[in-house]
């Protein structure tokens, strides 16, 4: 059986860049050497956590317990019709690179999704999303790995019960699943989503006639670059924090106290989202710094290492900033990133 390593620091293994340790320690190759980790830690009775490319998460202390890395790797076509081509993706494949590979092989449905940190596996679990598109509109299946006793499972679209940024895995099987691989729908023939954010915008300063699938991953990646910071260069996990689902009539009520106050369409037509940058940046947190913690400048829905935060500096940050958002506007926001 493959060697456990004993009191790792995380630091390289999470976008935050946050020292912790893990008592234990194991990237995991191929799906036998997942089941003989799981099979050991049956005797051991470690708590479990399955770290991907650790882009959504925040060690606040040390991880008393057994970190599997789960880093399966590969890409393949498993089935085709006249409309839609079936990708499998391994659960360890970077999220970018293989939005690229479907980019380059004109596969259609997740350009919009461009430059988003972390690996295929968390992109069902969280259901990401980005100008208008989110996993749920081009996910087939999973097959994920039951911890308990190892068995493979599959899971259609119902059956993974997909909300804003959500899923059953993040709910009521949250830490009994491990994501083995995904399964998307995409389209051979082109149907696009470009309006939303600055996406028409970047599509015409590049002087784009005729839209195609590179051209809006192009557009994605330049905007995303232009205002989020490089977790290479500066430690962060994206969004902080999910944009708030408020009553329509509690969102009005809110326009006449505040009326530039923006909002969207919720999930039905009694709901407005409203972005929790807005909010954070009308609370004066825009651009905050406490030692090594800080809002982001250019983007206030994101929080950021700048070299020594502690996880504990960052949480107390974001704490922070959602009292002074509630005391202001009476509105919760909700942390998106997974707390360790």
Known sequence: MKKIASNISLQPYNSFGVDAMA????????????????????TQQQ???????????????????????????????????????????????????????????????????????????????????????????VFESLEAMHLPDGELVQFTHAQCQFGYRESIF???????????????????????????????????????????????????????QSKLPDPS??????????????????????????PGIPGFPGSDKFMTKVPAAWLIEQTGWKGFRKGDAGCYPLQPLVLVNYGKATGTDIYALS????????EKFGILLEREVNIY
């Open 233 to 258: 260069k500066i430690g962060n996990a994206g969004s902080f924090f999910k944009n708030p689902v408020i009553h329509q009539t509690f969102y009005e009520a809110l326009q006449k106290l505040y």
């Open 170 to 224: 993040k709910q009521s099987l949250r830490n009994q699943f491990l994501i083995i691989s995904v399964t998307y729908k995409l389209r051979k023939q082109p149907k696009f989503t470009i309006s939303y954010g600055n996406i028409e915008q970047a599509l015409e300063q590049k002087g784009v006639k005729e839209l195609s699938i590179e051209a809006i991953a192009n557009a994605v990646i330049q905007i995303r």
């Open 47 to 137: 708590r479990l956590l399955v770290l991907g490319g650790g882009s959504n998460v925040l060690f606040t202390h040390d991880y008393d317990g057994l970190v599997l890395q789960n880093n399966l790797k590969g890409i393949s076509k498993v089935n085709e019709d006249d409309n839609y081509v079936y990708i499998k993706a391994m659960a360890g494949e970077n999220w970018h690179a293989f939005v690229q590979y479907c980019v380059e092989n004109k596969y259609q449905g997740i350009e919009n999704l461009s430059l988003i940190p972390g690996n295929v596996g968390a992109s069902p679990m969280q259901n990401i999303g980005a100008y208008g598109v989110e996993i749920k509109d």
């Open 23 to 42: 008592r234990y320690f194991v990237p995991a190759e191929s799906q036998e050497e997942i089941k003989e980790i799981i099979e050991w830690n049956k």
């Open 319 to 326: 704490s922070e900033i959602i009292e002074s958002v509630q």
